[in-house]
């Protein structure tokens, strides 16, 4: 019995050690190194590689080929090595909050000198930010804050629980009587709830805006959009088994729209927000703009505002859902209505840019009106925050 005492007692100190090794036993390589110039400093201790790699959002594009088609992927970078550290500098770069990767050795890694990671749908990447103009939107700055909670609603449409991300105001928690207006702000094909807040910084966005006195105090209420799903990987009842993929359950296959309900009855029964069209805005990007898009149709009487972020437009000519089906006749109604924005950005590489000419060209045809938007760039979340900034600010005024 001593003998197995001392063991238990030796692998106590063991662990421990470890772990106050976690403690004070971090790296010394300083990576990234923001420069007075804004330039950046990326560094690696590996000794025994014999190529190491930077890739990120920072360096040029390259063309990848996906099963959705090209895409702009990021660009390589060689570092050159020094006594086993391996080190790279970029040119100075724009403000903006940035992604990157090492690559040993054709192994990608990440950074071990930068606890600082996002995970976009299956990919981890370290990511930093370049302070400065609109990228000072993404910072944690000293102004009041909001709170972000992870809710569980029940949908009868989608016979499940399933879970939101609700950005509510700073002040909501302290005055029970007012009301706010609500923003329902939709991901991407593969995204989930956990996109817009990590990828998006949202939180920090709204509030930057509101605490400027650019936007109006509203809550944001970033959905799941893919039908079939409980909750972002790793949070559902299926725990850690399910690896996010861009290829979800029920993504667009119209359930979610027709289930939309769903989430309005939770939001309006559960926070204190106003119930009418003029007090509510829908916005998302790529997959999230076709459901916003084709939602705001759908429920014409719901939405005052609408914003399309990169989207997708028109659904698949076999689709045979109701929410598809007398598409322009269900626009002439929504139209007819006088929406209070419908608002369209889109990057000019994008894939889905003509998709979008497309799409206005026929509200011109019609004579609807909306406002358009276009930055450079492609299908990326560095134009999706831009977008946010300018759309938030048009909100409920």
Same mark, same amino acid.
């Given at each position: ?28 390589? &300083? ?72 690559? &040993? ?22 990511? $930093? ?13 000293? &102004? ?12 009868? /449409? ?61 809550? &944001? ?10 909750? /972002? ?106 929406? /209070? ?11 889905? $840019? ?26 990326i979340w560095k134009n999706w925050r831009i977008y946010l900034t300018e759309f938030v600010p048009k909100l409920f005024k």
């Amino acid at each position: 019995m001593k003998k197995i005492v001392s063991i238990a007692a030796a692998l106590l100190l063991t662990i421990g050690a470890f772990a106050q090794q976690a403690l004070w036993g971090g790296s010394k390589i &300083v990576s990234p190194q923001i420069n007075d110039d804004n330039s950046v400093t990326f560094r690696l201790r590996a000794p025994k590689a014999v190529k190491v790699e930077v890739t990120g959002d920072f360096l040029p594009t390259q063309k990848i080929d996906t099963p959705f088609g090209q895409f702009d992927g990021p660009g390589f970078a060689e570092l050159v090595e020094k006594d086993g550290v391996w080190e790279y500098t970029t040119a100075p770069l724009a403000p903006e909050l940035y992604s990157y990767s090492f690559v &040993v050795d054709g192994l990608m890694v990440r950074d071990p000198s930068n606890v600082y990671m996002i995970r976009d749908i299956a990919s981890v990447t370290n990511v $930093f930010i370049i302070g400065g103009g609109r990228a000072d939107l993404y910072k944690v700055q000293d &102004v009041p804050h909001g709170s972000v909670s992870r809710v569980w609603y029940d949908s009868p /449409a989608l016979k499940m629980q399933r879970r939101l991300t609700v950005y509510t105001p700073a002040g909501y928690e302290q005055n029970k009587s007012k009301k706010y207006p609500v923003f329902y702000l939709l991901h991407g094909a593969g995204g989930d709830e956990e996109a817009w807040i990590a990828l998006g910084r949202m939180s920090q966005i709204l509030d930057n805006l509101i605490a400027q006195g650019k936007a109006e105090p509203m809550i &944001v209420v970033m959905t799941n959009g893919n039908a079939g799903e409980q909750a /972002a990987a790793g949070e559902s009842v299926e725990g850690f088994e399910r690896i996010p993929s861009m290829q979800q359950r029920g993504m667009m296959d119209g359930a979610f729209e027709l289930s939309f309900p769903d989430v309005m009855k939770y939001v309006e029964s559960n926070y204190r927000v106003y119930k009418d069209k003029k007090h509510r805005a829908i916005a998302g990007l790529s997959m999230g703009g076709y459901h916003s898009c084709h939602i705001s149709r759908y429920y014409p009487d719901k939405f005052d505002y609408i914003g399309l972020f990169s989207a997708a437009i028109m659904p698949d000519k076999n689709a045979t859902c109701p929410v598809y089906q007398n598409v322009e006749d269900q626009l002439d109604v929504q139209f007819a209505k006088k929406p /209070a924005l419908y608002w369209i950005a889109i990057g000019n590489t994008d894939f889905l $840019f003509q998709a979008n000419v497309d799409y206005r060209k026929m509200l011109d045809e019609k004579g609807y009106e909306y406002k358009y938007y276009e930055t450079g760039e492609g299908h990326i979340w560095k134009n999706w925050r831009i977008y946010l900034t300018e759309f938030v600010p048009k909100l409920f005024k």
